[in-house]
């Protein structure tokens, strides 16, 4: 494929990072009026929304009797949103984005199989220590706010496991269908949390941005990178995204990271590009 073909798609896929941790920003500016979970909820429900308008799911055939990877791709989606906003109210978004991150790679590096990918995991596992409370950071870093990201990143295997069965079953309508299970999920607990202050009209314009932002344009804009781009040169660039939310916490939210935990973010980068462009899965 020609570099300059490669351009837009690339484009769209920083456009979608940087939407995307945006998003995450702007929700926190929710956490003081309704808490973590309802914004969660919040998202979540309205995210389902448009995300209907535009995939319509109703179209799909379902069979309750073959819905069980479907269910859990939506669990997991409703517990990997919910416990990584938790992990906002106490933890810096570029160190929870690492976190979370550890997920995805340590679902890849399972798959390992020469000598090189165990340097990846030596990378992973030295960002991990010095982030979590035991490490060189401890003193800057909320132990529940690290297990919360931890416990996001566990959900976030589990979403790309069950997401491609559930994907291989519904197709183009597995997103929508995902979300709505994920957000029948939350909202009970945003309610719960909140109760009535998620009506108030005053929070709609913020909470469509962060619905738009952090989950229809940038899946959108990913799903269009994902088909004009190898899925390695994919899975490559989306390893900047922790570095990408620790810009936009520092840009929006004013949360300066130490060059130790700069330093551990890094790490974890490359720990993440270096498995998704290296690894090659057992045979």
């Not at 990072?17 to 945006?22: E, K, L, N």
């Not at 997401?163 to 709505?180: D, E, N």
């Not at 709609?204 to 989950?215: C, D, W």
Request: glycine fraction near 10%; include cysteine; aromatic fraction near 8%.
């Amino acid at each position: 494929m020609p570099r300059s073909a490669l351009l837009v798609p690339i484009a769209l896929l920083v456009v979608a990072m940087v939407s995307i941790q945006s998003g995450a920003s702007l929700a926190k500016n929710l956490f003081p009026l309704v808490g973590a979970e309802g914004t969660t909820a919040l998202r979540l429900v309205l995210g389902a929304i448009i995300l209907s308008l535009v995939m319509q799911p109703w179209r799909a055939k379902l069979d309750l009797r073959k819905c069980h990877a479907l269910l859990a791709y939506g669990l997991a989606l409703g517990g990997m949103n919910l416990m990584f906003y938790m992990s906002l109210q106490s933890i810096p978004l570029g160190i929870a984005v690492a976190l979370e991150f550890t997920g995805p790679l340590a679902l890849a590096l399972f798959s390992s199989r020469r000598l090189l990918d165990f340097v990846w995991v030596i990378l992973a596992i030295a960002g991990l220590w010095m982030l979590l409370p035991t490490g060189a950071t401890q003193s800057a870093i909320d132990p529940l706010g690290a297990g919360l990201a931890l416990g996001a990143g566990v959900c976030w295997s589990l979403y790309i496991i069950f997401g491609q069965k559930a994907g291989a079953q519904h197709g183009r309508h597995t997103v929508a269908l995902g979300t709505w299970v994920a957000a029948l999920l939350v909202l009970p607990i945003g309610v719960w949390h909140a109760g009535t202050d998620l009506l108030s009209l005053d929070l709609l314009p913020i909470a469509l941005g962060v619905a738009v932002m952090s989950s229809a344009l940038p899946y959108s804009l990913e799903m269009v990178a994902l088909t004009r781009l190898p899925a390695r040169t994919f899975s490559v660039l989306m390893s900047l995204e922790p570095a990408v939310a620790a810009l936009c916490g520092l840009a929006f939210l004013g949360e300066k990271l130490l060059w130790g935990q700069w330093l551990a973010v890094g790490a974890i980068i490359v720990a993440s590009a270096g498995a998704a462009a290296t690894i090659r899965p057992k045979s």
